[in-house]
């Protein structure tokens, strides 16, 4: 089945600063979304990008599929964006998305 | 306003004892799914309906049931509880569930299994 490996695992910036977050995964996506969890564990959809670059607000992700793998680029990073990263691709069994262990982000004011 | 409703958002329950937790969703969308996040766990897939049909089942336990009665609807029943049960319960849905959507997400319902 579909295995995701995120890097880093934590993450420590301080305000201002910019974060990389990798994703990278075992088996074909033809999806591949990126999630927030907040500190009190709510999801939220942050964009979708299963091949090329994809920007929205802050956020740039360049997903590149034959290599099966994607990242998430914060620029001027801010206390609000601190929680939970994660990555979920999706291919042939679309009834199943798998979800990477996140990357834990904590912005230092 | 929350277009996917879960309820209740915390619960307490004895060990041996059942259990049911809801979801609605107001998205239009034919897709549903369950999902498990113990603690410091990653998000774990559990169930995924697709117009009331069960897609894909990953719970290993038949402890855990769940029920479709209308198209934007999907609960999931829980009997004999466990301890280990306990975790935050998250439903999603996407539009059909043919892999290009996007996945939203209820708040959760937290159980605590004593």
């Known amino acids: 089945g579909q295995q995701v490996q995120q890097s880093p695992a934590s993450l420590v910036l301080q305000e201002g600063e910019n974060a990389e977050l990798q994703c990278n995964f075992s088996s074909t996506a033809t999806q591949l979304q990126w999630f927030y969890q907040s500190p009190g564990g709510s999801l939220v959809s942050l964009l979708s990008n299963p091949s090329g670059t994809k920007h929205t607000g802050r956020l740039t992700s360049t997903t590149v599929t034959k290599e099966r793998r994607s990242s998430l680029h914060i620029s001027s990073s801010q206390t609000t964006d601190s929680g939970t990263y994660l990555c979920a691709p999706s291919g042939t069994n679309a009834y199943k998305v798998i979800f990477g262990k996140g990357t834990h982000l904590h912005v230092l004011p | 306003d929350p277009k996917i409703i879960q309820k209740p958002k915390y619960l307490v329950a004895v060990t041996g004892s059942e259990k049911i937790l809801i979801c609605e969703q107001y998205?239009?969308?034919?897709?549903m799914y369950w999902y498990r996040q113990s603690a410091k766990k990653p998000l774990e897939f559990m169930f995924s309906y697709s117009y009331q049909k069960l897609m894909d089942n990953q719970t290993a336990s038949s402890r855990f049931q769940p029920q479709s009665s209308k198209k934007n609807h999907l609960d999931l029943q829980i009997t004999a509880l466990k301890p280990d049960d306990s975790a935050t319960y998250f439903c999603?849905?996407?539009?059909?569930?043919?892999?290009?959507?996007?996945?939203?997400f209820g708040h959760g319902t937290k159980l605590s299994v004593l």
């Open positions: 999603a849905s996407s539009q059909d569930g043919t892999g290009n959507e996007r996945l939203f």
């Open positions: 998205l239009g969308h034919n897709a």
